[in-house]
């Protein structure tokens, strides 16, 4: 359980991404009636656009965004990364200095730089609950050196952030461990990370192509130096397996777009065996089957049933169909989008009310 100003979040937590102060088509109402506690905005891209200072002028995210529970804010570390390198139609990569970083606004091409006093500053002037320290977050085939490299910078960038942060009364600053899948960087970023003290601690650097077996490696490296008694958060992890299993290995908090990114390309999770589908196992030992489903596949375009029998989300608990679902989605009518991703929110939030209580924790 984490505490805020503005509630309690209950952990496990799953933080639906709401990368420009909204979860795509969803309403914050709608939001709260699925079961989060938290949501996620992304710093590099509130900085780009609309700027952190009309935002601050407008009362701060959750008076802007109307959102009365916690936000935690990305520092925009990653992003600077993945999206900075358009520039005048050509390609420019991230430039990448002990200072900062140097990059392109996906956007228009117009040349930025980023760097912990400023990402700091941003967050501050959002007004999120939970902000993030400024890292660098190698790709998943970085060699050795390069992710040492950054580890280093990742360090230095942390201590950066942990002077810049002036809020502490009402925001609490997680530092991120980063490591790649390296053993010996794992366990000393872990360290370090843990040294500082802060109110919580995050494992980066996981969700960047890696191989599942090589995520659990880091996480393995990582959680044993990270105070059990603080949120200890799993970054960019949202597919339901995966999330038990992180809970498994002492994970407390997650975020990823899978959830709404699947329900806009028409796909939902759905309890049940069959092709394609995964087990999970609790701590308790409870055991649920279930799958991904494309409701635009053929063999749905006249099914009767909902999109699953055993979830009470809205578009469940309103007897839409299969077919109807599916014929919104072909025919690109808004409400279809808006019944898939509730739909996927609920049954993640599902899993993580479960998990709660598996482990006595609800």
């Not at 139609?89 to 006093?117: C, I, P, R, W």
């Not at 999120?128 to 085939?141: K, L």
């Not at 596949?297 to 469940?316: E, G, M």
Request: charged share 25%.
């Amino acid at each position: 359980m984490v505490s805020t100003g503005r509630g309690t979040i209950k952990t496990p937590a799953f933080m639906p991404v709401g990368t420009l102060a909204t979860v795509k088509s969803v309403a914050p109402w709608e939001l709260e009636a699925v079961g989060s506690d938290i949501v996620l905005a992304n710093t590099y891209h509130l900085m780009l656009r609309p700027g952190g200072e009309l935002i601050k002028k407008a009362g701060g995210l959750h008076k802007w965004a109307r959102w009365k529970k916690p936000i935690l804010t990305d520092s925009g570390g990653y992003q600077v990364f993945s999206l900075g390198r358009i520039s005048g139609g050509a390609k420019k990569m991230a430039t990448v200095t002990e200072d900062g970083v140097e990059f392109y606004s996906h956007l228009d091409g117009s040349k930025h730089f980023l760097d912990a006093q400023k990402s700091i500053e941003i967050q501050e002037q959002l007004g999120a609950d939970i902000i993030m320290a400024f890292d660098e977050c190698p790709p998943g085939n970085a060699k050795g050196h390069y992710v040492a490299q950054a580890v280093e910078r990742t360090h230095r960038w942390l201590k950066v952030s942990k002077r810049a942060w002036t809020n502490r009364k009402e925001q609490a600053l997680f530092g991120i461990v980063q490591g790649g899948t390296i053993k010996d960087l794992r366990e000393k970023s872990a360290r370090f990370v843990e040294k500082e003290d802060l109110p919580g601690n995050a494992i980066g650097g996981v969700s960047v192509g890696e191989s599942r077996a090589r995520v659990w490696k880091a996480v393995e490296w990582s959680v044993p130096y990270l105070n059990p008694h603080k949120p200890r958060y799993l970054m960019g992890v949202g597919e339901p397996s995966d999330i038990v299993e992180a809970v498994k290995r002492g994970c407390d908090m997650f975020d990823c777009v899978l959830p709404t990114r699947l329900g806009r390309h028409g796909v939902v999770w759905v309890t049940g065996g069959g092709e394609g589908s995964k087990r999970i196992v609790f701590p308790c030992g409870k055991t649920i089957m279930y799958k991904r489903v494309a409701l635009t596949q053929h063999r749905y375009r006249a099914d009767k049933k909902v999109l699953d029998p055993q979830c009470s989300c809205p578009a469940c608990r309103e007897g839409f169909s299969r077919s109807y679902v599916g014929h919104l989605l072909r025919e690109n009518e808004i409400l279809g989008l808006r019944l898939t991703t509730l739909h996927n929110l609920y049954f993640l939030e599902n899993i993580m009310k479960t998990l709660r209580n598996s482990i006595g924790k609800s």
